[in-house]
């Protein structure tokens, strides 16, 4: 992978013959006692200080990915829009610095269903983001929940259901990374002899969780599961050379894991 252009909001890299764009929606602020050591006990004034602070708060990017092979825009996660807290929603002008034409994205696929993945669907003022889109994929198991979400209403019946062994045309293979969510799942995509892993929520604070993929966050689904679901993905990224792109990694959230010392590194990209 190689970054062709950047800006405030965007990178776009190669991948084989595609082009790979990490779009910031923007970033939330959370607790420290959001994460969790072993025996689900949060975190406090124990917090390891490799963990940077924003007022006394972790704070997480919060990004999407495009999967561009020239003809079609494939969209991972969609961001928060107006739904959540106003430090997110930046997606439409992470899109036009990028020179990606919104009426190209024809499909859009969740990696789970929480509002900062699934609201950029509809833009702040309630026109739809994506005019033209055709496909609309949601995780089997999660259905129910997307169709929870009354701001979303109007694709409700639009969504359809994918699960673990789908195959996304002939560059896209969807693994299960359940826990965080029942239905959270990760999306490799492959090209020329490259592939990236975008993860969706496998991460939720770099700076500890790949040192320590033990810890877990407090709106894991199920504690277990998502701790298990990380260290998979962490070795199959760092043993099959696979990229990783994730919602929550640092702006732009794409690069590689390492294996170091009993856990993993983060070497961005
Ligand atoms: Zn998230």
Same mark, same amino acid.
């Given at each position: 992978?190689?970054?062709?252009?950047?800006?405030?909001?965007?990178?776009?890299?190669?991948?084989?013959?595609?082009?790979?764009? %990490?779009?910031?929606?923007?970033?939330? +602020?959370?607790?420290?006692?959001?994460?969790?050591?072993?025996? %689900?006990?949060? !975190?406090?004034?124990?917090?390891?200080?490799?963990?940077?602070?924003?007022?006394?708060?972790?704070?997480?990017? @919060?990004? %999407?990915?495009?999967?561009?092979?020239?003809?079609?825009?494939?969209?991972?996660?969609?961001?928060?829009?107006?739904?959540?807290?106003?430090?997110?929603?930046?997606?439409?002008?992470?899109?036009?610095?990028?020179?990606? +034409?919104?009426? =190209?994205?024809?499909?859009?696929?969740?990696?789970?269903?929480?509002?900062?993945?699934?609201?950029?669907? /509809?833009?702040?003022?309630?026109?739809?983001? !994506?005019?033209?889109?055709?496909?609309?994929? /949601?995780?089997?198991?999660?259905?129910?929940?997307?169709?929870?979400?009354?701001?979303? =209403?109007?694709?409700?019946?639009?969504?359809?259901?994918?699960?673990?062994?789908?195959?996304?045309?002939?560059?896209? +293979?969807?693994?299960?990374?359940?826990?965080?969510? /029942?239905?959270?799942?990760?999306?490799?995509?492959?090209?020329?002899?490259?592939?990236?892993?975008?993860?969706?929520?496998?991460?939720?604070?770099?700076?500890?969780?790949?040192?320590?993929?033990? /810890?877990?966050?407090?709106?894991?689904?199920?504690?277990?599961?998502?701790?298990?679901?990380?260290?998979?993905?962490?070795?199959?990224?760092?043993?099959?050379?696979?990229?990783?792109?994730?919602?929550?990694?640092?702006?732009?959230?794409?690069?590689? @894991? @390492?294996?170091?010392?009993?856990?993993?590194?983060?070497?961005?990209?």
């Amino acid at each position: 992978m190689h970054r062709i252009t950047s800006g405030e909001l965007h990178s776009t890299y190669t991948l084989g013959d595609l082009r790979i764009t %990490a779009l910031r929606d923007g970033y939330v +602020d959370m607790p420290v006692g959001r994460l969790r050591q072993r025996g %689900a006990k949060p !975190f406090g004034d124990d917090l390891p200080e490799q963990v940077p602070l924003f007022g006394g708060q972790l704070r997480l990017s @919060v990004n %999407a990915f495009a999967i561009d092979d020239g003809n079609e825009i494939i969209l991972i996660d969609t961001g928060a829009a107006n739904a959540w807290h106003p430090t997110m929603g930046r997606l439409p002008q992470a899109l036009d610095e990028a020179g990606i +034409d919104v009426e =190209k994205v024809r499909t859009v696929c969740f990696t789970h269903t929480h509002l900062d993945h699934i609201h950029g669907l /509809v833009l702040a003022d309630g026109r739809d983001a !994506f005019p033209r889109l055709a496909r609309l994929l /949601v995780p089997r198991q999660e259905l129910g929940l997307f169709r929870t979400e009354a701001r979303l =209403k109007r694709f409700h019946e639009m969504a359809q259901p994918f699960e673990a062994g789908d195959r996304l045309g002939t560059h896209v +293979d969807i693994i299960g990374a359940h826990g965080h969510e /029942v239905g959270h799942s990760c999306f490799r995509v492959s090209s020329g002899g490259e592939h990236i892993l975008i993860w969706g929520d496998t991460v939720h604070v770099p700076s500890l969780q790949f040192d320590r993929p033990e /810890v877990t966050w407090e709106f894991d689904e199920d504690q277990d599961q998502a701790r298990e679901s990380r260290l998979r993905l962490l070795a199959l990224a760092a043993d099959d050379h696979c990229f990783v792109a994730g919602a929550h990694l640092d702006s732009p959230g794409i690069g590689r @894991v @390492v294996r170091s010392g009993g856990g993993f590194r983060f070497e961005p990209l």
